[in-house]
């Protein structure tokens, strides 16, 4: 058997300590992949903090930035009206009225052809005229959308509130979407619902935007 002496004393110090070093090299290991995960996760969402670009507040649309220019709206083959229900609150608890924001969404869905919007106007619960929008024809090019908002705090339209949409554009394009988003809250609670727009009958528009 050979003596210890002819062994180099770094092989045996391994085999003496061989259990305490397996147990370090593991915390090591361990140390390691944690740090490798943590800084995974931080670069992910530092990368998801530029990416982001957070929502801008509501601003009432620049019509500006929406000019018709020089048209000739007897051109056009293709005119309708949009009927849009709208509730400015609801009733819950018994008939206690629960105030709701609403967001007034107009979509041209087509991608070739601009849709003309000549007329918004807002209609109470009695069909009064509340608020009409545009002072002139607006133009939506492929894909725009424009929003109106109704605020929480204004209730003048009521349970039974109404957007009336006049709208014109070439045979070929798609009818615009439109839709009205409401929302609400009551303490912890949160309500939220949409209507999407009927058109109405040829014989029922309003094509000149008549009050």
């Excluded at 003496?16 to 992949?33: D, K, M, Q, R």
Aim: net charge negative; glycine share 8%; charged share 20%.
């Amino acid at each position: 058997m050979q003596d210890e002496n002819e062994y180099p004393n770094w092989f045996l110090w391994l085999c003496e300590n061989w259990i305490g070093l397996l147990f370090l090299l593991g915390i090591i290991s361990l140390v390691t992949i944690s740090a490798v995960v943590y800084l995974d996760n931080r670069f992910a969402k530092f990368e998801d903090r530029i990416k982001y670009v957070p929502p801008r507040s509501y601003q009432p649309p620049d019509l500006g930035l929406y000019l018709a220019g020089d048209i000739n709206g007897e051109k056009f083959s293709r005119r309708g009206s949009m009927y849009i229900p709208s509730y400015s609150h609801i009733y819950y608890h018994g008939g206690s009225p629960l105030l709701l924001e609403t967001t007034l969404s107009i979509r041209n869905i087509d991608s070739d052809q601009p849709v003309y919007l000549n007329s918004i106007d807002y209609f109470n619960t009695d069909g009064k005229l509340v608020e009409s929008y545009l002072d002139r024809t607006i133009k939506l090019e492929p894909f725009q959308t424009i929003e109106f908002l109704v605020e929480e705090r204004d209730s003048s339209g009521g349970s039974g509130a109404n957007f009336l949409v006049n709208w014109t554009s070439e045979e070929t394009a798609d009818k615009p979407l439109m839709e009205a988003v409401m929302i609400g809250t009551a303490g912890s609670r949160a309500i939220a619902f949409s209507r999407s727009g009927v058109e109405m009958t040829p014989s029922k528009q309003n094509p000149a935007g008549k009050k």
